[in-house]
């Protein structure tokens, strides 16, 4: 059975990081695209950045330049690096695997205070 489990969520400062982890089980790790998103209550969910199999990147406006996505085939793992961060970036982080499925973890939250 596919499964996703975040961690690394937590309180943080406005202008300090954090590092989110994501480990996969149950899936070909290699061939997914690997991704990030967000979201806070009353809103949709929303993407913060993908890294393909190919290691084709892609950020939201949002976070360019803050933030960095990466992966560890070998491990199966994700990460997000986060920077600069900001009481806006406050959410539940979600990792996500996509090929044909979709899949998701159970999320972690992030809370930058002012």
């Known amino acids: 059975q596919v499964q996703l489990v975040e961690s690394g969520g937590g309180l943080v400062q406005a202008g300090g990081s954090l590092t989110l982890s994501c480990a996969a089980s149950?899936?070909?790790?290699?061939?997914?695209?690997m991704g990030w998103y967000r979201q806070v209550p009353g809103k949709p969910r929303e993407l913060v950045a993908t890294?393909?199999?190919?290691?084709?990147?892609t950020y939201a406006d949002s976070v360019k330049g803050r933030f960095t996505i990466s992966r560890d085939t070998a491990k199966k793992m994700v990460y997000l690096q986060m920077n600069s961060l900001k009481p806006e970036d406050t959410a539940v982080y979600y990792c996500?695997?996509?090929?044909?499925?979709?899949?998701w973890g159970q999320g972690t939250q992030v809370t930058v205070s002012s």
């Open positions: 890294i393909t199999s190919g290691g084709m990147i």
């Open positions: 996500n695997a996509r090929r044909c499925s979709a899949y």
């Open positions: 149950g899936i070909s790790f290699s061939i997914h695209t």
